[in-house]
């Protein structure tokens, strides 16, 4: 147990871990035994997991010291291309989303080129993506409405052996990025992070390897805007919107460096479920406690929304303490280590 503690300190997942299990016992306290039904559950996986292959996607990039600023107008850009392609092309559905899929890729392998091979530093890089493909996404698809077929939206709120879908599709592309990280571009990933210039020296293809992040973070975010598009069950040009800057938001809750090179998918995930929990908390405590005052009830949604952003700034802060907390650690430890090796 002590050693499992030890483990857990050093991870750079544990402040993801601490606040999604503060989250969790939180829920229990506002929610009750209803917390732990299968339906509740269904639902949370079911509502969070774009989000949380967002905060995936977001990873990839982080973690050579990048940003990705454009995964929610790709996430946009992902639906609206489903939607047009099913509902005024008449494609397949299977043809249509693999289309959808293949151009939020392609969005990835624009941002890494950018990024990677012409030096544009990534937050201008992907900002001005974020633009073209929002723009993009509101010419396919101008205004609210069409439909997805009633076999995919069941599918995707249904369960397989007591797991819900989509926590399954979590499951794959959290099992892919593992084999992925085990390879020598996984390692690289975070070498190019921590010090580019030492990995470079060292003979990694530094360029590539921003490249291949970009990519793969475009094809995990169309996975993520497919997974959007079977929850809403229509089309939107402006449903992706807050999915950038949450991803953002839960790569750090999970305990991730923006500076690169520090960082976990598991904590990426569990910022996500906590941010996810969040709102949760907030939606119970307004039906419960707060819409019997009347004078509240006309902007309680409002109060909603101011409540649960001051819970993410909390959150946030105490992530961004304990990583100061974390770093100076091993500053200390590694100050403490060059005196005995000195000595």
């Not at 483990?7 to 999604?20: D, E, F, H, I």
């Not at 001005?128 to 996404?137: E, Q």
């Not at 976990?264 to 419960?288: D, M, P, T």
Request: overall charge positive; charged content about 10%.
């Amino acid at each position: 147990m002590i050693r499992l503690w030890r483990r857990l300190r050093l991870s750079p997942a544990a402040p993801g871990y601490l606040l999604l299990l503060l989250g969790i016992i939180v829920n229990i306290l506002v929610q009750g035994p209803d917390f732990f039904t299968s339906y509740n559950f269904n639902s949370l996986l079911a509502v969070n997991a774009p989000l949380v292959l967002a905060a995936i996607a977001q990873t990839v990039v982080v973690l050579t010291g990048g940003i990705d600023l454009s995964i929610g107008s790709n996430m946009t850009l992902v639906n609206t291309v489903a939607i047009a392609l099913t509902n005024q092309g008449h494609w397949p559905v299977g043809l249509s989303w693999a289309v959808a899929l293949a151009a939020a890729t392609l969005v990835g392998t624009g941002n890494g080129l950018m990024v990677a091979y012409l030096r544009i530093p990534p937050l201008l890089a992907t900002f001005a993506s974020m633009s073209v493909v929002g723009g993009l996404a509101l010419w396919i698809w101008p205004k609210p409405g069409g439909m997805v077929p009633r076999e995919i939206y069941t599918t995707y709120g249904a369960a397989i052996m007591g797991i819900p879908v989509a926590g399954w599709i979590i499951i794959a592309v959290a099992l892919l990025w593992l084999l992925i990280s085990r390879r020598r571009v996984g390692i690289y990933l975070r070498a190019v992070g921590g010090r580019e210039r030492s990995a470079y020296a060292s003979g990694i293809n530094t360029a590539a390897v921003k490249f291949f992040a970009y990519t793969f973070c475009g094809f995990i975010t169309g996975v993520a805007g497919l997974c959007l598009t079977a929850l809403t069950a229509s089309g939107d040009p402006k449903i992706g919107q807050m999915f950038g800057l949450n991803s953002v938001a839960a790569v750090i809750l999970g305990g991730s460096s923006l500076a690169g090179g520090w960082g976990s998918i598991g904590g990426s995930i569990a910022g996500a479920l906590f941010l996810g929990l969040i709102n949760n908390i907030v939606f119970f405590l307004f039906r419960n406690y707060v819409s019997h005052v009347q004078s509240l009830t006309s902007v309680a949604s409002f109060y909603q929304q101011l409540l649960a952003n001051l819970i993410v700034i909390l959150g946030l802060a105490s992530a961004a303490l304990t990583q100061r907390g974390g770093a100076l650690g091993g500053l200390g430890r590694r100050r403490r280590g060059g005196r005995t090796q000195h000595v």
